[in-house]
């Protein structure tokens, strides 16, 4: 075992380096949004100009979010695919940056994502309820163990195996959904579906309609049940019924399993949910307001059922709708986008089930339903494995990581390819 080393964190690691922009020109932004908890990798969606403020820097820094609770959430995240190398973002972001042949890009995102950084950033919050800021003396002084670079390599390249695992998983799971999307508005909104041209185009409500289908409201085809109003105390760490709650809502649709918590309150029959159930957000407190109206399907859980919190509602196909169809239709369609616009709240968004319920749209003949079931159910049921697969992918590496951060798990002397050249 090699001799173990400590240096302050503040030498181990840049802290807010700057970096030089200008102002009035544009660069890409990356607001705290874009950070998902768990995820190694951030990417910007797009650009802004540049005034003044806001936290600066370039490809491989890390964002460490410095208030709460965004860190207690882990919204951490290391910066790729940056055009121009440089840019900026919320001005809630830390900036940590590895520092040359002392410290190595991957590892300095790795241990600012344990509790060595984490803890005490998170004790020393101050400040008003609801926006208490990290205290950044209180992480400058650390003394972190500092191994060599190579074995600090040696630990990313061990984990970051785990992450581009990951990052491959959500690549395909992209590419999977985005194609039932594709299938679904190509046939049920462009009305391209095969044999389309031997179909007759008639009037309705909604403009010209395939001949046989029919403009019904949600109400016509499903059930729409109320979550359940929880207290801080019905949630717990450990035991209890998994909890589907906000969080388990992705800002673009579909399911975050990693957003489960855990319930010992109390619930109605209709306030239960299984494996394929379809929930969706009706309350909304992101700055993008892009959840709200957002629908996912439950995965396969650890227990027989699990409980929907009052953010949710959980949406029942009545007979002879498919609930892989009716879930194609709210991933596919502009449902989500129109639907929203019924919201209201300054900070918190709410959208009244009422407003689902009376929703109308068009609905395709069984015939062509049934087709499309036959290809959606395929692709998400392969998209829910990938989601399990990724599940166990983060458990796993976050059983490795605090054990080779911390040193407990020594690897200085294996042989790992780090995918650098040796001097």
Known sequence: MTARRFMRFEDFVEINPRVRLEKGESYPFIEMELVTPEYRYVRPRGEREFKSGGAKFQSQDTLFARITPCLENGKIAQVVDLPGGIGFGSTEFFVFRAIPDISDPAYVYYLASTSIIRGPAEKSMSGASGRQRVDLSAIKELEVLAPDLETQQKIAAILSAYDDLIENNLWRIKILEEMARNLYRE????????????????????????????????????????????????????????????????????????????????????????????????????????????????????????????????????????????????????????VKQQANGANVLHLSPDRIKEYQFVLPSKVM??????????VFKDVENLNHRNEILRKTRDLLLPKLISGELDVSELEINTGKKAA
């Open 369 to 378: 339903r049934d087709r499309f079931t036959a290809f959606s159910g395929l």
């Open 187 to 338: 046939w049920f909104v462009k009305f391209r579906f095969p044999c389309h041209a031997k179909v007759r185009m008639v009037d309705s409500p909604l403009g010209k309609i395939p001949e046989g289908w029919e403009i019904v409201s949600i109400d016509d085809v499903a059930t729409v049940h109320r979550g359940r109003s929880y207290r801080s105390k019905d949630l717990v760490d450990d035991g209890g019924l998994p909890f589907v709650n906000l969080k388990c809502i992705d800002r673009d649709g579909g399911f975050r399993r990693n957003g489960l918590k855990r319930y010992v309150g109390k619930y109605k029959e209709t306030q239960k949910v299984v494996s394929g159930d379809i929930v969706m957000a009706v309350t909304d407190m992101t700055q993008e307001r892009r959840i709200v109206a957002r629908a996912g399907r439950v995965p396969t859980l650890d227990s027989d059922f699990g409980v929907i919190s009052m953010d949710l509602v959980k949406i029942e196909p009545r007979e002879g709708i498919s609930p892989d169809y009716l879930y194609g239709y709210f991933r596919g369609s502009d449902f989500a986008d129109n």
